[in-house]
């Protein structure tokens, strides 16, 4: 029910087309969604879900409650509907896709995405589906120019010889990073259960490669639909983890302990949501904050003048603190001509968080009657 209602409220963000495969020879019913305040300057990730009538509202529901808290970037959401079993089916005789379930193969791939890839500006791309279809996502590891490099499988129905080729490919690595999550449960569900588990333990049969991130999870005990649920916002959740806010924990784990090199700490952060995303992120002021308390603590002098010169070029050059930090820099290395000069200059912009012309007067005036903090 509040699936639903949440799936109601995003009305206006959520067409369906009737789209004519040429691979399939008829039309297939398609779904896409769209974010509020979508913009065709800005890249987003696309989020393809073969299992539409039972994953759409859950994925778009997902992602607009994760990105409500900054931890995943706005995404375009594409639902394929109305999937006979014979066009997702891998029989365990074949091993592969044949007849109908290779010309969908061949349709998401080279029809659906680049129709996709035309209307909207596409960064990272993932695919996600269930049962069947959450096993016929895993063809598209191993074509010779991979469309995806996402990769969510819930209670796949598996074919456990196959998980050698699979697991060649994890190993083998490529160019850009690739997620994989794979999640299954036994309840009502203990033969697909079984032979999953035996295609889980050939596909990790060799270590996966530092490009692949490979994640999964054995939810036994737990109703499938249940299982699907959770591992769905399990999987959004890892996937994107790079893209959270810096937190408490993520600060006195990875920050905290460092000596040096603080600074680029942070700017590893977003040239990683870049590059695994194609999205290129304002830096949070709460990131900010957290790099320049870190500085603090390590006295890491020179990360805080390349932070000084990260905020002016990335989007709080008209506030005063790229001046701020450049001026306490000058300070803590004993310049005290520049850093008073440049706490002046800081007095004349806009104030940001804690740095208010109340804090730069109180330095001002310290650096002028002789203190040295």
Known sequence: MVALWAFQSIFAQYTTESFSSAKMGKKQKIGIYKPEKYS?????PLLVVLSGETLMESVISM??????????PKCIVVGVFDVPLEDIAITEEVGRPINESARFFEFVSTELVPYIEGKFPIGMKAIIGSEQAGFLLNYYMISPKPVFNTYISLNPVTVPRMGDQFAAVLTEGTAKRTFYYMATSDVENKLNYDTALRFEKSLRSTPAHESVEYHFVDMKGQSVNAAKIEALAQALDLCFDVYKPIGAKEFKTKMETLSTGVFEYLEEKYNTIEKYFGIKKKPLLNDIMA???????????????????????????????????MAEYYEKTSDYKKALKTYQKAYTQANIDFITGDLITERINRLKSGGKK
């Open 40 to 44: 065709d300057k800005q890249t987003y």
């Open 63 to 72: 992602v607009r409650y994760y990105e409500q808290f900054d931890e995943m």
């Open 291 to 325: 790099d320049y308390t870190a500085i603090n603590s390590t006295a890491d002098w020179e990360s805080l003048k390349k932070l000084s010169k990260y905020v002016e070029d990335n989007g709080y050059g008209k506030t005063a603190m790229p001046q701020f930090f």
